[in-house]
Each structure stands twice: as C-alpha cells, then as structure tokens.
C-alpha cells in the first residue's frame, strides 16, 4: 500500500509561482511512474506532467515552458513548480503514481489564481 499527499497549494496571484509536493510512503517509489493530474471545475481530470522512474519527463501543451516536475526518490518525493500562473490553472491538482498493477491517486491540493 502507498499512501501519497499532495502539499503547496493555495491563493496566488497571476504571474506568480507555487512549489506543489507529493509525498509517498512505500519502499518501492523508485519504481512509480509519478504524474500530476488537474481538475478544474466542472471538467474532467486532466493530465498536466508526468515523470519516469529515470527521469524523463512530459508536459502538457498548456504548461510546458510554465511548469517543471521533479522527483527526489531517496525522500519518496515528486514535486510540480509552477510558474507564471494563469487563471485557467485554477484546479485541484492530484498526484499519482503508477507501478504495474498498482496506482494509487492522493487526495489533492487546491489551487487558485485570482487576482
């Protein structure tokens, strides 16, 4: 069983930048494939980045050049930098993480950017 928590969300301004982390309990994080997810009001969830157990990384279109994840596999952690924030990032974002057969999604954290 993993258990993955999501921290760093909040109020920002447009233009400004948050740092989201997830936090994963479990020996094997290594081995995940790690992604961060968003849902916007009355949307559906939508993918936002995603990162491989070596590293390599993919963005959606919306965020690349805004947006950067990391991951830190010896403090079971995934992180998501956000830059120059836009209203239309408004969402909760999720972590999730992928090892075949199992995923498991945390809980979310919200973000809002409003001026």
């Known amino acids: 069983q993993v258990q993955l928590v999501e921290s760093g969300g909040g109020l920002v301004q447009p233009g400004g930048s948050l740092r989201l982390s997830c936090a994963a309990s479990?020996?094997?994080?290594?081995?995940?494939?790690m992604y961060w997810y968003r849902q916007a009001p009355g949307k559906q969830r939508e993918l936002v980045a995603s990162?491989?157990?070596?590293?390599?990384?993919n963005y959606a279109d919306s965020v690349k050049g805004r947006f950067t994840i990391s991951r830190d596999n010896a403090n079971n952690t995934v992180s998501l930098q956000m830059n120059n924030l836009k209203p239309d990032d408004t969402a909760v974002y999720y972590c999730?993480?992928?090892?075949?057969?199992?995923?498991?999604w945390g809980q979310g954290t919200q973000v809002t950017v409003s001026s």
């Open positions: 999730y993480g992928k090892y075949f057969p199992y995923e498991y």
């Open positions: 479990g020996s094997i994080f290594s081995r995940y494939k």
């Open positions: 990162i491989t157990s070596g590293g390599s990384t």
